[in-house]
């Protein structure tokens, strides 16, 4: 009897699960790759931060960085810094523990084809974010795994590699609704502290003055490194479920799976 159809909405559930099972079971490893995209976080937004106490902008600058400028590095950041933790969930879903030199080394090697693909991917961006990020609707579901083409395959047409290897697109919006909806809930609960600080919850009121104006002073820096981990967390967990999508559309849909097992028959026999 023929096996049903599992959809590719069901597989990228199944591995966003997976994807938090590994962090789970690799923090050690897991928190080294994440350092590069934490500190690029964690810059970007006291740099911000400190622009904005130091200097007062005319509304158009504002507009420019807040509109423009930040979200173009993050996603420049976003798509770049996370890829060692997209070889490391490659390499465990091949069944091989790799080590955080190996992640980055791998990732040095295709640093030609990576540098191609990124290039494009920010003139995508750009353009985008130009016209208000109408079209990263429609532009960042069909792109969004042309970094792992490049990382694993060797194919020249990358991004056309990257549409024919997902077919629906929907899916993975749907899983960057699902991130997203995590990341807001998550970062909903940051605001906690200012609001007990700021009112009379959880007795706070019982502070002196004086302490509840430098707690209130200070808090910012709590909320930005707080903010920088969750970012961090969301965006790691995210490549690495996509990574593992993609290793399972090659491995089912694509019969990788089968040829690898063929390939190990026929070795044997000729043994």
């Known amino acids: 009897m023929a096996r049903p159809k599992t959809s590719l909405l069901r597989r990228i559930l199944v591995q966003t699960d997976r994807a938090f099972w590994c962090i789970h079971d690799h923090l050690d490893v897991l928190g080294y790759?994440?350092?590069p995209t934490f500190a690029a976080v964690?810059?970007?937004?006291?740099?911000?931060?400190?622009v904005r106490r130091s200097w007062e902008l005319p509304s158009i600058y504002n507009f420019l960085i807040v509109g423009l400028v930040i979200p173009f590095?993050?996603?420049?950041f976003f798509t770049v810094l996370p890829?060692?933790?997209?070889?490391f969930a490659w390499k465990a879903a091949e069944g091989e523990r790799a080590?955080?030199?190996?992640?980055?080394?791998?990732?040095?090697?295709?640093a030609g084809r990576l540098a191609s693909v990124l290039f494009r991917l920010g003139l995508l961006y750009f353009g985008s974010l130009l016209l208000f990020g109408i079209p990263l609707l429609w532009v960042w579901p069909r792109t969004c795994l042309t970094?792992?083409?490049?990382?694993?395959?060797?194919?020249?047409?990358?991004?056309?590699?990257?549409q024919r290897i997902l077919r629906e697109d929907f899916s993975v919006?749907?899983?960057?609704?699902?991130y997203l909806c995590m990341g807001v809930v998550l970062g909903g609960l940051l605001v906690l502290p200012r609001l007990i600080l700021?009112?009379?919850?959880?007795?706070a009121q019982l502070l002196e003055a004086e302490w509840q104006r430098m707690l209130m002073d200070h808090l910012w820096i709590f909320e930005t490194i707080s903010i920088a981990i969750l970012l961090t967390a969301i965006v790691m967990t995210w490549w690495i479920s996509l990574t593992l999508v993609y290793h399972d559309i090659r491995r089912i849909r694509e019969g990788e799976d089968l040829k690898h097992r063929i390939a190990t028959y026929r070795a044997r026999l000729v043994a």
């Open 33 to 35: 790759l994440a350092l």
């Open 42 to 50: 964690l810059t970007m937004s006291f740099g911000f931060i400190q």
């Open 73 to 76: 590095l993050a996603f420049c």
């Open 83 to 87: 890829l060692p933790c997209a070889v």
């Open 99 to 110: 080590t955080a030199g190996e992640c980055f080394a791998w990732c040095w090697r295709r």
């Open 147 to 162: 970094p792992l083409v490049a990382l694993f395959e060797s194919e020249r047409r990358i991004f056309r590699r990257g």
């Open 173 to 178: 919006a749907i899983m960057g609704l699902l």
């Open 198 to 203: 700021g009112t009379s919850i959880l007795g």
